[in-house]
């Protein structure tokens, strides 16, 4: 059957010749089949598969008020699909000129909160007003047929019958004179492509461009501030203290490789302090700051014994020497805390130096960087 017969009012491919198998071939060849009109096809088809029709409802007149409020609603449905669709575009960029206050970041309040319920709820609301345009589109503007139907032979006086049925529910669908309905849905399948193809960008997408695993928030001047965000100064903490600082970047205290363990030595672990090599010049005097995330799993290490200089991972039981460049010395880990590089910044707060010169994090990250 020619591919190119499809538009309304062709025969549907019985212009093309084909062998005859029997049947209703036998009654009609392929020069007479080519020569009736696609109703009378469609009908002769129907007759010979065996096809009782109980009721037919036309539909709306052409021109009819009737089939104009129809179109309307049915193209406005598609349209707000679209724009659904759309939407979700938006939201997934996050566009700045859509949401002003947009961050990719989890906050207490503001767009970013709502985020993955935009999603959800412009994906879902596209896809249920493409339902309900389709559901109007065949309620209120297709011809309904009721009729019974026999199985066929397959021949080619079916093929090309079969041609002429499926051309006629095209140019029934009345799509070719229904401009604002091919323009809806031309707009609304654009929009939901554009819908369906966005979250492949986040495949597509290099995760590792820019060494996210070897690089942190810090870096030269950021300054070390408590989870409230207030800065440290070389004298707000007491000797053999620890407290745990974040970068002074927005939404820094919410960075899962940020958090930095901060120690103020006392005199007697000044005196016996070794640094690892290459780290001579990373403490401050007597503050030193180490990596928060150990580095056997990834768990907060947070319990300090000033007594020993000891930090202990509560997960495996590693434990690091902070005198020794936070070198493990008992449990599973097998690598030293990273050390973050500190100073003072003209104003007397505490700034790092630069950002972790090593991944930070369980062992299997560490690797060259780049």
């Known amino acids: 059957m020619s591919t190119r017969d499809s538009r309304p009012g062709s025969t549907g491919g019985a212009d093309v010749a084909g062998p005859l198998h029997g049947g209703p071939d036998d009654d009609y060849t392929p020069e007479q089949l080519a020569a009736m009109p696609r109703e009378e096809l469609d009908r002769l088809g129907a007759r010979y598969d065996g096809v009782e029709i109980l009721h037919v409802d036309p539909g709306p007149e052409p021109g009819t008020p009737v089939e104009r409020r129809a179109v309307r609603q049915v193209g406005l449905t598609f349209a707000l699909a679209g724009l659904a669709a759309l939407a ?10 859509f949401l ?73 669908s009345g799509l070719a004179r229904r ?47 408590r989870d409230d965000g207030t800065p440290i100064r070389p004298g707000d903490q007491e000797p053999g203290s620890l407290e745990t600082v974040f970068p002074a970047v927005p939404g820094g205290n919410r960075e899962s490789d940020a958090p930095t363990m901060l120690f103020r030595l006392r005199p007697e672990q000044v005196d016996v302090l070794r640094p690892r090599e290459g780290h001579e010049d990373f403490n401050y005097g ?57 100073t003072v910044d003209d104003e007397g707060y505490l700034v790092a130096r630069s950002d972790y010169i090593e991944a930070v994090g369980p062992t299997y990250w560490n690797r060259e960087r780049i």
């Open 286 to 342: 007597d503050y030193v700051a180490f990596s928060k995330i150990c580095t056997h799993a990834g768990c907060p290490v947070s319990l300090y014994e000033q007594e020993t200089s000891r930090i202990l991972c509560p997960c495996h039981q590693s434990m690091f020497d902070i005198t020794q460049g936070a070198k493990p010395i008992f449990g599973p880990a097998t690598r030293p805390l990273p050390q973050l590089p500190i």
């Open 100 to 172: 002003p206050d947009w961050h990719w970041e989890i906050t207490d309040s503001g767009w970013s909160v709502l985020f993955t319920p935009l999603l959800g709820a412009l994906m879902g609301l596209a896809f249920i007003l493409v339902g309900v345009g389709l559901v109007l589109y065949t309620k209120k503007l297709l011809p309904h047929e009721t009729a019974v139907q026999d199985k066929h032979d397959g021949s080619h006086f079916d093929r090309v019958t079969t041609g002429a049925t499926l051309v006629g529910g095209l140019h029934d």
């Open 88 to 97: 979700f575009v938006v939201v997934y960029v996050g566009s700045g000129w």
């Open 179 to 225: 401009k604002l309905l091919t323009r809806s849905l031309a707009f609304m399948g654009g929009g939901l492509g554009l819908m369906l193809l966005m979250p492949l960008g986040g495949l597509i997408k290099n995760p590792n461009k820019g060494d996210p695993l070897g690089t942190t928030s810090w870096a030269e001047g950021v300054r070390l501030v």
